[in-house]
């Protein structure tokens, strides 16, 4: 095998690549989640307190409801009439619309540190560190070979 094809079968090997910076990326998504809910509730309407007095002459009377007492009497030739409302309370069923609303926010950070080491790297580790271990091997054994074959050719020629 000649020593420029193992030389171009090295450099194949050992491949280009850039330093790409991580860019930091915020996402946001928002849903949100509504829901109408009916609810039929009982409210309770107070009648005022209502009096009211008529005379007339005309006999005597006494009417009677849920919300009113109305009674007549007379005396003296004269209808006193009298019409009182009862304090009551009466149940009146209201419909009411309660919307729940809730959100949910979904957030995706990428963020980038620096972080600090300790101390900094010796010039070995930062070329291992660029070059890389196995093409770092490679240099050196085509290295090895470019030598072992000069001193092999100088021990032909001598003889």
């Known amino acids: 095998m000649k020593p420029s094809t193992f030389?171009?079968?090295?450099?194949?090997?050992?491949?280009?690549?850039?330093?790409?910076?991580?860019?930091?990326?915020?996402?946001?998504?928002?849903?949100?989640?509504?829901?109408?809910?009916r609810?039929?509730?009982?409210?309770?309407?107070e009648l005022p307190v209502i009096v009211e007095k008529v005379a007339t002459l005309d006999t005597t009377s006494l009417l009677e409801n849920k919300y009113a007492k109305?009674?007549?009497?007379?005396?003296?030739?004269?209808?006193?009439?009298?019409?009182?409302?009862?304090?009551v309370k009466e149940p009146v069923q209201v419909e009411t619309k309660i919307v729940y609303r809730d959100s949910i926010v979904f957030r995706d950070r990428i963020q980038t540190q620096t972080v600090e080491v300790e101390k900094k790297l010796s010039g070995w580790q930062q070329a291992k560190l660029r070059v890389g271990g196995f093409c770092f091997f490679l240099i050196i054994l085509i290295g090895l070979y470019f030598i072992l074959s000069f001193i092999y050719n100088l021990n032909l020629k001598k003889l």
């Open 70 to 87: 109305s009674e007549a009497v007379v005396s003296g030739g004269i209808l006193h009439h009298s019409l009182e409302t009862k304090p």
């Open 7 to 37: 030389l171009a079968f090295a450099l194949l090997l050992s491949a280009c690549g850039t330093v790409r910076p991580v860019l930091e990326q915020d996402s946001t998504k928002v849903e949100v989640k509504t829901v109408v809910e």
């Open 39 to 45: 609810v039929v509730d009982t409210a309770y309407v």
